[in-house]
């Protein structure tokens, strides 16, 4: 398989190509005669025009890529090699959402043959691989795994925004079903990955390893907040607790923060719901998603007393939110939490506007109800930045005065306003 993949006699393809599957096909086509596959029509013709729908890669990144753009089985069917890319998110009552990986596998099911291979990037709770997908594939191809075709699993670990993480640069974790597909799979993952590949023992060891990987950083996450709700009740900035911390060499730098993405805000819940399955109850988990999940209530409720104090009037005041993605300088809006500081504030009847300059207002509207203000006012009774774009780097007190009444509160999430705001109150977390 790795000769043939190297000498274009056989194909590799990737299932999915969102933040993680377009770079990972991008990557292998600059070395392999690449089929980059996704079932939304639209953004395949986008990746066609050299265009990246998430607006994560240049043009650029297009060129010198021996890849075929296709949403059509048949094109598929040409592949020997699969990576599965698709997003594994959580329903409303934080259950995994299998469906899109379960629909994945019927894909391949329905193209696999003899002597192919299929490795899984998605991120799942430990047994999903060999438990849940294959037996789809077997099952539709009529082919069985180890025997007939191989399998394995290496966890994405792309981070949307980090233009210094990247696939290349990375360790990659690699599994397969069997010794000859270990060592396959990770040959091939060691054509793109420069840093090299750590061999797992089993494909349930890469699969929880990704796992723990987002559920430690929730943790930490959730300590922080913890902590921040604690100071505040004491009058002390976290940021400033934090800084003084941060000068023994073994203090971890984590930082307060609304939680939310594709991975941190929901691995966590996979971990935890495997575990109640197996009879088992997580605690310290579920607490510190709990703990992040009650961030944006509790960011809400904040300015809501400010406002109630200085403004009799609720239904007259105004807020302006800047922010939606889930994280700074990507247009990524999945299980962005801002959404829920959104919904907290209109439930008290505020009158809410919203700016982003990466977000797409269709795409909000959509997704959570609510889309981006065409012009901000000069009129606010408090300004939350929830997220620290570079955009919003440069806003000094002028900026914020500018657009705010006297009374006006400006909550800086992230702190990066610290010392810099005078004409207005300040808070953070």
């Known amino acids: ?47 066609r025009r050299g265009e990246d729908p998430s607006q994560e890669l240049e043009s650029s990144a297009f060129e010198g890529c021996d890849i075929e753009f296709t949403h059509d089985l048949d094109v598929l069917r040409q592949a020997n090699f699969f990576i599965v890319a698709v997003p594994t998110p959580v329903d409303e009552h934080n259950v995994p959402d299998l469906v899109p990986v379960q629909r994945a596998s019927e894909t391949i099911g329905k193209v696999i043959k003899k002597g192919d291979y299929v490795v899984f990037e998605s991120t799942v709770y430990p047994g999903c691989t060999e438990e849940d997908c294959l037996p789809i594939i077997e099952k539709l191809s009529g082919l ?135 009879g088992y109850d997580s605690q310290v988990i579920l607490a510190g998603r709990a703990i992040n999940d009650g961030m944006a209530g509790y960011v809400a409720k904040k300015v809501l007393q400010h406002i109630i104090q200085h403004n009799g009037n609720i239904k007259d005041a105004k807020v302006l939110v800047m922010g939606a993605t889930f994280k700074e300088n990507v247009s990524d809006i999945r299980n962005s939490k801002v959404a829920d500081v959104v919904k907290e504030l209109q439930s008290y009847s505020l009158n809410v506007h919203v700016s982003d300059p990466h977000a797409d207002s269709g795409e909000l509207m959509h997704e959570y109800g609510f889309g981006l203000t065409a012009e901000t006012a000069v009129d606010y009774d408090a300004v939350i930045v929830t997220v620290p774009h570079n955009d919003y780097k440069t806003w000094d007190d002028a900026a914020f005065a500018a657009i705010t009444k006297t009374h006006a509160l400006v909550a800086d999430l992230k702190g990066i306003y610290r010392g810099k705001i005078s004409s207005r109150v300040y808070w953070s977390l």
């Open 1 to 47: 398989m790795y000769q043939d993949l190297l000498d274009k006699k056989k194909k590799l393809a990737v299932i999915g190509l969102g933040y993680v599957g377009l770079p990972i096909a991008l990557e292998f086509a600059r070395k392999l005669s690449v089929i980059g596959f996704d079932i939304n029509a639209r953004r395949i013709e986008m990746m």
């Open 144 to 278: 069985s795994n180890i025997t007939d075709f191989k399998s394995g699993y290496s966890p994405e670990r792309i981070n949307p925004g980090d233009k210094e993480h990247t696939l290349a640069s990375i360790v990659k974790v690699v599994s397969g079903c069997d010794a000859e597909s270990l060592d396959t799979i990770a040959r091939v993952y060691e054509l793109v990955v420069t840093a090299g590949v750590h061999r797992a023992s089993s494909i349930k060891v890469a699969e929880a390893a990704k796992i723990i990987e987002n559920t430690q950083r929730d943790l930490n996450i959730a300590l922080m907040n913890e902590l921040s709700i604690i100071f505040d009740r004491m009058g002390i900035n976290t940021y400033e607790v934090l800084e003084a911390a941060g000068t023994k060499w073994n203090f971890l730098r984590f930082q307060p923060g609304l939680v939310g993405g594709h991975c941190i805000g929901v691995d966590p819940y996979y971990l935890t719901y495997k575990s109640k399955e197996l």
